[in-house]
Nanobody
Framework: QVQLVESGGGAVQPGGSLRLSCVAS????????MAWYRQAPGNQRELVAT???????NYADSVKGRFTISRDYAKNTVYLQMNSLKPEDTAVYYC???????????????WGQGTQVTVSS
């Protein structure tokens, strides 16, 4: 059973930084896309950043130049370095991957449980 465990959330003042981590474990044959989403109260879940198996990255316009997504293939881990944080970045951040649990299975999507990020003075 594939599991995603996120860490690194917390409270920070505007202009501060946080680094989120997400470790994927369980039966994983290969991981294609790793991504971070976020959901603020009353809002829909939105895509923050993605990174492919070829290390191509994509970012929401609202975080470009401030956030950096990266991955450690050996550790099945994805990171989100968040700098120059703003109050509007406050949300629950979710890790998402598309992976194949076995050589013969189709690619499936998996979600983490979420980690809270609060930016406030």
């Amino acid at each position: 059973q594939v599991q995603l465990v996120e860490s690194g959330g917390g409270a920070v003042q505007p202009g501060g930084s946080l680094r989120l981590s997400c470790v994927a474990s369980g039966g994983i044959f290969s991981i294609n896309i790793m991504a971070w989403y976020r959901q603020a109260p009353g809002n829909q879940r939105e895509l923050v950043a993605t990174i492919t198996s070829g290390n191509s990255t994509n970012y929401a316009d609202s975080v470009k130049g401030r956030f950096t997504i990266s991955r450690d293939y050996a550790k099945n881990t994805v990171y989100l370095q968040m700098n120059s944080l703003k109050p509007e970045d406050t949300a629950v951040y979710y890790c998402y991957i598309r992976a194949r649990p076995s050589r013969v299975s189709n690619e499936l999507g998996y979600w983490g449980q979420g980690t809270q990020v609060t930016v406030s003075s």
